[in-house]
């Protein structure tokens, strides 16, 4: 706002619990990963049924590492590795989906019952926004 400029350029950081790149590996995080890779790494017949993880063509995985979201966006169709000690995933189904909504009676100025129904149908375009935002 001074000299007459406004923000033009200012990009909230707020709304989605995406690290930025200079905070991404913390000394605690970096070792909790480097011991979750151990232990797959030793229980590796085992273990890798429960990181690989398949998403449908339909579908889209938002990965979040210690409780944040990993660089990269949402991951999918196809195949993904997770880490199963730190790692957890939501799906989103970027269908078309519809519901319906409850009749509701509406009564008018003359004293007329109207009864009302809806069908609200709403697709996902954007996962990172649908898992994170809360708008």
């Known amino acids: 706002q001074r000299n007459g400029q406004s923000h033009k350029n200012f990009q909230p950081n707020y709304g989605t619990a995406q690290d930025g790149d200079e905070d991404e590996n913390t000394c605690i995080a970096s070792?909790?990963?480097?011991?979750?890779?151990?232990?797959?790494?030793?229980?590796?017949?085992?273990?890798?049924?429960?990181?690989?993880?398949?998403v449908q063509e339909y579908e889209r995985?938002?990965?979040f590492r210690l409780g944040r979201i990993r660089s990269g966006g949402a991951k999918g169709p196809g195949l993904f590795f997770i880490l199963p000690c730190i790692d957890t995933y939501r799906c989103v189904d970027l269908r078309t989906g519809a519901f319906d909504v409850p009749p509701q009676e509406i009564?008018?100025?003359?004293?007329?019952?109207?009864?009302?129904?809806a069908v609200v149908y709403y697709q996902v375009s954007n996962p990172l926004s649908a898992i994170c935002n809360n708008d």
């Open 107 to 117: 009564l008018t100025k003359d004293s007329v019952t109207v009864s009302v129904d």
């Open 61 to 63: 995985a938002v990965i």
């Open 31 to 54: 070792f909790i990963t480097f011991f979750s890779y151990i232990l797959v790494f030793i229980t590796f017949p085992i273990s890798v049924w429960g990181c690989v993880k398949v």
